[in-house]
């Protein structure tokens, strides 16, 4: 099972971007790396998810090197309503059940500032 | 697409009472987790769904918990008898398919005194 290491808080500004490093050293080849992000009182959501290189959606962008044994999640010019916890997670696949384990790790807390 | 429904969303109960916590997931979703989530810490999965069927429930502490997912929909989880530390937000999650995005409710916070 594929554990995941993030620092436990960020703090960054208005308007800059912010890259948050996941360190998973055990991925194994089947795995996708996924971030979520939750703010209080509600349940995480889904922001991007990846397998290898590079990744761009809406809200952010992942970078996986080759060796898939981190990632980096930015996030371009974040506001004050980016402030929130982001769990990276690195899936575990169980071929005998043919399904998917989400392990969620303790997150980084990002605070924005104005 | 109506998202993961789940009640109560607020549950005050005292240590050795009973406690349930049902959820609906987004319709056609075979895959349902349910979550335990301690103030300060990440999500812990505590069993998952495939259809009607367990494919894990490893971290379920069974001699108090029990889940079940009658006609592969709807699920309950229940707690009995509670205890001090199982004072947290239980969140249920739901899937389309293998490594696909976890859509979550918005939990049901659970308060043990």
């Known amino acids: 099972l594929a554990k995941t290491t993030q620092p436990i808080s960020m703090d960054s500004y208005e308007g800059q971007e912010v890259n948050i490093t996941c360190s998973h050293n055990?991925?194994?080849?089947?795995?996708?790396i996924t971030w979520y992000q939750q703010f209080p009182s509600q349940g995480p959501r889904f922001i991007i998810q990846?397998?290898?290189t590079k990744v761009t959606n809406e809200v952010a962008s992942l970078f996986i090197p080759a060796d898939r044994k981190s990632s980096t999640l930015s996030l371009p010019r974040v506001s004050l309503s980016d402030t929130a916890v982001y769990y990276c997670?690195?899936?575990?696949?169980?071929?005998?059940?043919?399904?998917?384990?989400?392990?969620f790790g303790t997150g980084t807390r990002l605070k924005v500032l104005a | 697409e109506a998202g993961v429904a789940q009640s109560p969303r607020y549950k005050i109960i005292e240590k050795r009472q009973s406690v349930a916590f049902w959820c609906n997931p987004i319709s056609g979703h075979a895959t349902l987790y349910w979550y335990q989530q301690i103030l300060g810490q990440g999500p812990k999965l505590l069993i998952q769904?495939?259809?009607?069927?367990?494919?894990?429930d490893s971290q379920l502490p069974k001699d108090r918990f029990s889940a079940e997912r009658l006609k592969g929909v709807d699920s309950t989880l229940k707690i009995q008898p509670a205890k001090l530390e199982d004072s947290a937000v239980y969140l249920c999650?739901?899937?389309?398919?293998?490594?696909?995005?976890?859509?979550f409710g918005e939990g049901s916070r659970l308060t043990v005194l």
């Open positions: 769904f495939q259809n009607n069927g367990v494919v894990d």
């Open positions: 997670l690195v899936g575990d696949a169980d071929g005998a059940s043919g399904t998917y384990k989400y392990i």
């Open positions: 990846g397998y290898k």
């Open positions: 999650a739901s899937s389309h398919g293998l490594a696909g995005e976890l859509f």
């Open positions: 055990n991925i194994a080849t089947n795995d996708y």
